[in-house]
């Protein structure tokens, strides 16, 4: 909000009673705290006209009081013409205070709804203030201050600012927003949303692509049967992490040898291969044993191994052709390892697969 700007005096006309320790030239200067009194006690009404330094319209007015009981203000012209009433009669002090002397120097600011508003919006360098006093006979009274404030319409406009340039540009004037520290604008820019990927097409269980892929391993890894009849060497154990390794007094295999329980194959003829060789299921005359399985993971592995046309048995007999354990420690693979023809595979997720010769 703009201040309003204040009417200064500029000298005093005339004055009916003034006190010469207390003279009416005290209210051209207010900020110095002078006071304009009556020349004596027992007056009840005194008045003083000032001088403005210029005309102009009077928005509002502030007074301070000296003992006055009430205080009217009027305004006019150098130029002539009668006086007319600005501020009604006012009342500072009531007859009780004012002869006990409390709130003399009361202070009341008075705005445009106390002008009469006609007056207030002419312009006028002239002001008559009337003080009266009837309630107390024994002390002098007058006004501490008078100030008097125009509208801020009509303050005058102050000199622009000189406009700043680089080179043929002129520069923008800093509004009222904060500065920026260096790199604030980057941290603030809203990084792009990436669409999210495309759901994958479901594929095979887990457990068919197991038992598929150990079959087909299995089938891969027995050679074929030589010519000159000799049987075919199986190759050695896979062993898997944290498996237990073999003894130095553990009695080692010879080539060609088949110990695996309940087996009786005679060396020369050619092993077993899963599978119809009409091309029925992959794992047809397989007898599938499982070991060291959970459910529900042992359902799905029992479920994918009869898709694939496997057989399946709780325990180890000896129509049993495959075993599949999750770990070489558990009971059924203990006696088949140690003594046999056999090998290990390491599936997905710590699957392992055993296979024995059939009978």
């Known amino acids: 909000m703009a201040a309003m700007p204040e009417l200064r005096f500029k000298r005093v006309v005339s004055v009916t009673s003034a006190d010469p320790r207390h003279p009416a030239e005290n209210l051209l200067q207010p900020e110095r705290g002078g006071r304009w009194r009556a020349g004596k006690a027992g007056e009840k009404r005194i008045s003083a006209e000032l001088e403005l330094e210029g005309e102009g319209p009077i928005h509002s007015v502030h007074i301070g009081n000296d003992g006055s009981a ?13 006086f007319q009433v600005l501020l009604p009669t006012a009342a500072f002090l ?13 202070v009341r600011l008075f705005g445009p709804q106390s002008l009469v508003r006609g007056v207030a919006e002419e312009r006028w360098d002239r002001i008559r203030l009337v003080c009266t006093q009837p309630y107390c006979q024994t002390r002098p009274f007058g006004l501490a201050f008078v100030r008097l404030f125009s509208s801020p319409d009509d303050a005058p406009a102050g000199p622009s600012p000189p406009s700043r340039r680089l080179g043929p540009f002129k520069l923008r004037e800093g509004g009222s927003s904060p500065p920026r520290p260096p790199g604030s604008l980057f941290y603030q820019r809203p990084s792009p949303t990436a669409a999210p990927p495309p759901p994958a097409p479901p594929g095979p269980s887990f457990a068919v692509a197991a038992l598929g892929g150990s ?25 898997t992490p944290g498996s237990p390794s073999r003894t130095p007094g553990s009695p080692s295999r010879t080539p060609g040898s088949s110990r695996t329980p309940g087996s009786s194959r005679t060396p020369g003829s050619p092993p077993r291969t899963p599978g119809s060789p009409s091309g029925g299921p992959i794992l047809a005359g397989v007898v599938l044993v499982l070991s060291g ?3 529900p993971l042992r359902s799905q592995l029992r479920e994918a191994a009869a898709e694939l046309g496997a057989a399946y048995s709780p325990d180890w007999t000896a129509r049993s052709t495959h075993l599949v354990a999750a770990f070489p420690r558990t009971p059924k693979p203990r006696p088949l390892v140690p003594g046999g023809d ?3 595979t390491r599936l997905d997720l710590g699957l392992s697969a055993a296979a024995a010769a059939p009978p």
Do not use: I, M, Y
């Not at 009430?70 to 009668?82: H, N, S």
């Not at 009531?94 to 120097?105: I, M, V």
């Not at 299995?218 to 049987?231: D, E, L, V, Y």
């Open 70 to 82: 009430f205080v009217e203000l009027l305004v006019g012209k150098a130029a002539g013409g009668d």
């Open 94 to 106: 009531s007859p009780n205070e004012s002869r006990a002397g409390a709130e003399l120097g009361r």
């Open 215 to 239: 079959a087909h391993k299995a089938a891969k890894r027995r050679p074929s049967p030589k010519t000159n009849g000799k049987a075919s060497k199986l190759p050695k154990t896979a062993r």
């Open 293 to 295: 399985f959970q459910n």
């Open 342 to 344: 056999s090998w290990w």
